[in-house]
DNA sequence: AATCTACATCGGAATTTCCCGATATACCTG
DNA sequence: CAGGTATATCGGGAAATTCCGATGTAGATT
């Protein structure tokens, strides 16, 4: 775990929004289907939710997903994100010790 | 506390160097004086251990202080700079609530 | 006052980040 | 296959960051 990449990686107020969203799907996006929690939401959910275009959604998703903070399922046309809850626990971890 | 703001500044390697070494100033600069642990170390101690030049070390230093993560002490020609650890707890709190 | 030392600030070139519109790709449906 | 939808990727302008050398400023020394 790139300490620097992943502070970058949070060094923006959008996708610090999106991480915290995707702590609790379902509050924050109602609209999505049952399995919400186990495949996470897709881009377009969280693009209506961020006044940004469709293309800055999609690199900011796959920038977090390079840290390892959040992870993708592709379901037919939708890509699904969520969080890797254990890339938080190290990430924490390692804050607890290192910083 | 501006989380975007705490993020950038830990955006970068000299700098997360530099807060990880004045953790423990009596170890990572044992030429500095008595008064380490109370007044921290002064801006060219720190300069000699990282490969910048010196405005770029008073630059950073003076970026981190910002954030509160540091805090600086005039004494004489020096000015010397120490962990601000209750704004520590304060980030890591909020990193275990808010991420 | 003249000078030296320690640090801060300024101006700027190079690089990176932010965010967009356009385009490409993948999948689905008729 | 043609057309529609969801997402990814590309190219790029604008802004921010990185780090430098030069210069400014404050305190100490002679």
């Known amino acids: 775990m790139d300490q620097v990449?992943?502070?970058?990686?949070?060094?923006?107020?959008?996708?610090?929004?999106?991480?915290q969203w995707l702590k609790d799907p379902e509050l924050h996006f109602p609209d999505q289907g049952r399995c919400v929690l186990e495949v996470g939401v897709c881009v377009g959910e969280i693009q209506r939710k961020v006044n940004l275009t469709q293309s800055t959604v999609s690199e900011y998703l796959s920038l977090l997903q390079r840290t390892g903070l959040i992870e993708s399922t592709r379901i037919g046309q939708w890509t699904y994100y969520k969080r890797n809850e254990e890339a938080f626990r190290e990430l924490k971890n390692l804050i607890d010790k290192e910083l």
Not at 5 to 17: D, Q, W
């Open 5 to 19: 990449e992943v502070f970058k990686a949070l060094s923006n107020k959008t996708r610090l929004l999106i991480l």
